[in-house]
């Protein structure tokens, strides 16, 4: 069965650098949920889309925006990167009516 | 605002052995409970989930979890654990936003298994 995928699987950048990283969510999945897990913490939720629609927000700081294209495809984009900023970064994609999350293998990215 | 509890860090138990993963939330309404596992540099897998009804949830690999309302808990076992088992261990709990469910999550238990 096909899953949730992210793209890419590591990035490393440097501080002050821009980074935009995509999900691919399950298809007729029409909801995105972006987490940022810090090493060693618990993911921490970020935002969600439905139907292209911002849904939610979470502890997401100003320097990153999200969108949900047509497709329904999603990326995060995060500009002023921070050394704080190195994480890896989930993606969850649900059916609205069935409230169950599926989770991609994640994005770690490095600020050096 | 709800919150999940996970009170131990690391557990380390035989393989063969039982498990119980302990899960304590905090949710002003009937929550919707999940058990993810993630496996070093992996992703979440879904374990189990519970929405209503019975209030013992089976999932994959052999777990098991049940929902005590009466003690906010939703602890995870298997009867006997797999060397394959050693992961960190996430339970979640999920609060439902106009249709839109955002997930909260424990700190997490990491679990060793020995020989």
């Known amino acids: 069965a096909a899953g949730v995928i992210q793209s890419p699987r590591h990035l490393i950048k440097e501080k002050r650098e821009t980074a935009t990283l995509k999900c691919y969510p399950i298809p007729r999945h029409d909801t995105v949920y972006w987490y940022q897990q810090g090493p060693g913490q618990d993911p921490q939720f970020l935002i969600s889309f439905y139907e292209k629609m911002q849904s939610d927000k979470g502890s997401i700081p100003d320097r990153f925006s999200a969108q949900q294209f047509s497709d329904y495809h999603s990326e995060l984009n995060m500009s002023s990167l921070e050394l704080g900023d190195s994480a890896l970064y989930f993606c969850?994609?649900?059916?609205?009516?069935?409230?169950?999350?599926?989770f991609g293998a994640g994005t770690r990215l490095s600020v050096l | 605002a709800q919150s999940v509890t996970q009170p131990d860090i690391h557990i380390t138990v035989s393989e063969g052995a039982s498990l119980e993963l302990r899960c304590n939330y905090s949710y002003g309404a009937t929550p919707y409970l999940f058990w993810y596992v993630q496996s070093p540099g992996q992703g979440l897998q879904l374990l189990l989930k519970y929405f209503s009804g019975d209030t013992l949830v089976q999932g994959i690999k052999g777990f098991e979890a049940e929902f005590k309302r009466s003690q906010s808990s939703f602890n995870l076992r298997k009867p006997s654990v797999h060397w394959s088992d050693a992961a960190e261990y996430f339970c979640?709990?999920?609060?439902?936003?106009?249709?839109?469910?955002?997930?909260?999550f424990g700190t997490g238990t990491r679990l060793t298994i020995i020989p």
């Open positions: 979640a709990v999920g609060y439902i936003n106009f249709g839109n469910e955002k997930l909260t």
């Open positions: 969850a994609s649900s059916l609205n009516s069935k409230n169950i999350q599926y």
